[in-house]
């Protein structure tokens, strides 16, 4: 374990903040980071904080402080691929793993390191999109987590039916093949907040976010991610179509879904909520992805279903 850069100018994280390099057992190293909870506080425990594709550690700085107020601590992570994290190749543009299970390579130094800076427990898990895929293949392999909050969770991608069994076809041929680096069709290598306007963006309503977001891939060009490489896009598949197969976990349960949401498709998670016995779907009207990126109104209500998560039960939140 050893200090790793954290961009406080842009964070807006709580005092007390640091980040961490770590190895994984493939020698891909990924940076982690820990904000803990408020001077004085009663702890309620942890959260981990799983972000989604092309996000990064000072994207939650300003979540970290609004859980610290609460009595939470919070350990976050760059995902390989993306971030400060180590990436697969010379084009830093491109999000690429080979295969989803890597992504546990790394959540295995995440919960090495919350034991070695004993985090306060219990350990409550909060996921957005990719991450929401990460952490039900966490779940499933047993991560001892008192509850989970899934932020529009990746455990379908939104694509025409003429385009699906096409990206299928593609990115298996590409996956295998010395392109399987090359950039997914109808993506772009510049990151999504810099590549589109506010106006019908497919991330957040709330303006103040937005350029909450753009200004930190402005100062800092380096933590930001463009489109998929091919053998992501059938990593993601493959996993993805492997979750739809199983059981929901034994484990509480509270996913946020926006009706306007138009990246991550709503079926999948709507049949995986219906069948989740302890598990419930909160819909949010007119918002988009990023619900953990909207007004406070909208993030308190996640940060109450955290709490409630966190003392073993489930009630409901959502207006």
């Known amino acids: 374990m050893s200090d790793a850069p954290l961009f406080?100018?842009?964070?807006?994280?709580?005092?007390?903040?640091?980040?961490?390099?770590?190895?994984?057992?493939?020698?891909?190293?990924?940076?982690?980071?820990h904000w803990p909870r408020k001077d004085g506080s009663p702890t309620r425990g942890t959260v981990l904080l799983f972000p989604g594709r092309t996000e990064y550690i000072e994207k939650y700085g300003?979540?970290?402080?609004?859980?610290?107020?609460?009595?939470?601590?919070?350990?976050?992570?760059?995902?390989?691929?993306?971030?400060?994290?180590?990436?697969?190749?010379?084009e830093r543009a491109l999000g690429h793993v080979g295969h989803f299970d890597e992504y546990q390579l790394d959540l295995a130094q995440m919960m090495a390191l919350a034991e070695e800076l004993d985090l306060p427990r219990p350990f409550t898990m909060l996921a957005h999109s990719m991450g929401g895929c990460i952490g039900l293949r966490a779940l499933h392999n047993g991560l001892d987590v008192t509850g989970a909050c899934f932020s529009a969770p990746m455990w379908g991608i939104i694509m025409s039916k003429p385009v699906r069994p096409l990206a299928w076809g593609l990115s298996w041929a590409l996956h295998r093949s010395p392109w399987k680096l090359a950039l997914s069709p109808g993506t772009v290598r510049q990151t999504y907040v810099l590549a589109e306007a506010f106006e019908g963006n497919m991330l957040t309503t709330d303006r103040q976010m937005w350029d909450m977001m753009r200004h930190q891939a402005n100062t800092h060009p380096e933590l930001t991610l463009g489109g998929p490489t091919a053998g992501w896009l059938f990593a993601a598949l493959s996993e993805m179509r492997a979750l739809a197969r199983m059981p929901a976990p034994n484990v509480l349960a509270v996913t946020w879904l926006g009706t306007n949401e138009r990246i991550v498709?709503?079926?999948?998670?709507?049949?995986?909520?219906?069948r989740w016995p302890n598990g419930r779907l909160e819909i949010l009207q007119g918002?988009?992805?990023?619900?953990?990126?909207?007004?406070?109104?909208?993030?308190?209500?996640?940060?109450?279903?955290?709490?409630?998560?966190?003392?073993?039960?489930?009630?409901?939140?959502?207006?």
């Open 287 to 319: 918002l988009e992805h990023e619900v953990i990126m909207e007004a406070p109104d909208v993030r308190g209500k996640v940060y109450d279903a955290i709490e409630d998560l966190a003392k073993g039960r489930s009630t409901s939140t959502a207006a």
């Open 265 to 274: 498709e709503p079926a999948p998670i709507q049949a995986l909520m219906a």
């Open 8 to 33: 406080n100018d842009v964070a807006k994280g709580p005092p007390g903040g640091r980040a961490f390099w770590r190895e994984a057992s493939d020698d891909v190293r990924v940076r982690l980071a």
């Open 62 to 90: 300003l979540t970290a402080a609004e859980l610290a107020e609460r009595g939470f601590d919070t350990l976050t992570i760059d995902w390989r691929g993306q971030g400060l994290a180590d990436r697969p190749d010379d």
